[in-house]
């Protein structure tokens, strides 16, 4: 039966050239399209919503040929169409969680595939799904102004949204509220949920919130931020890229205010 094959090397995508020689899909065949190595698990996953079937798998080596050559799973997103980049991010995802549970947590013992996305242990039986790295990100709007911050580990130029892990024990309104407090001194009201979006690097789920700006002065979290500062839409900085949901709110914003 044929299948979509999710190939990963790292964080690198197997992609396969179309016939127009522009275009990118996933290879979808019978067989997979370069071979497996002998420590590496086939993973199925949930199928497409077309009822095509999907496989992944890991190998150790980049490979480039006249059809086939690896992308980053980032730069997918431009490259191939929505359902696809999103399945490859959860099959990512999978690929990461199966890399690091390979033996149980309680007692040491190997763990097998006992369903598609769970593990047992082949001593004492527990069982392990895949775990979310729950995140939230706000825009915080003052007036015409909305609050964007430079995060320390932002790879080039560009401004963002406060953004943070939930921590155990506490709800979405309320990490909204002690992030915003910890990284930026302000206090904020009237959150509005905006949506949420898979985060696949590796594992994570964004809770996207608008907020209204109430008092305080902006003190950064010198640890986590480098710059932080209010924006009209006359005056943006460089902002996230499209794949983004802190793109995506603020482009509602742009588009609806």
């Not at 905006?194 to 979290?221: K, R, T």
Request: with cysteine; proline share 4%.
């Amino acid at each position: 039966m044929k299948a979509y094959w999710f190939v990963f090397q790292d964080s690198n995508l197997l992609l396969e050239k179309q016939k127009d020689g522009l275009s990118y899909s996933i290879p979808y065949s019978e067989e997979p399209p370069i071979a497996i190595d002998e420590h590496s698990n086939v993973l199925n996953v949930t199928p497409m919503e077309g009822g095509e079937s999907v496989k992944t798998y890991a190998v150790n080596h980049s490979v480039v040929t006249g059809v086939y050559e690896m992308c980053g799973l980032r730069a997918s997103f431009y490259k191939l169409s929505n359902d696809l980049y999103l399945k490859a991010g959860k099959c990512h995802e999978l690929l990461y969680w199966d890399k690091n549970t390979q033996y149980c947590g309680v007692c040491g013992s190997p763990m097998v595939m006992h369903t598609d996305i769970s593990k047992r242990c082949t001593s004492c039986g527990k069982e392990v799904w895949p775990q979310l790295a729950t995140a939230i990100i706000v825009l915080i709007h003052r007036g015409d102004e909305v609050l964007l911050v430079h995060a320390r580990n932002f790879k080039s130029n560009f401004y963002g949204l406060v953004a943070g892990f939930v921590e155990t024990g506490e709800t979405l309104e309320e990490a909204v509220h002690r992030e915003v407090m910890e990284e930026t001194g302000i206090v904020i009201d009237n959150l509005r949920y905006f949506g949420s979006q898979p985060w696949p690097y590796p594992c994570g789920l964004m809770i996207g919130f608008n907020a209204d700006y109430v008092s305080g002065e902006i003190h950064l979290q010198q640890e986590e931020l480098s710059r932080g500062n209010w924006f009209t839409k006359d005056n943006l900085p460089t902002i996230p890229e499209k794949l983004s949901i802190a793109r995506m709110i603020l482009d509602d914003w742009l588009e609806n205010s």
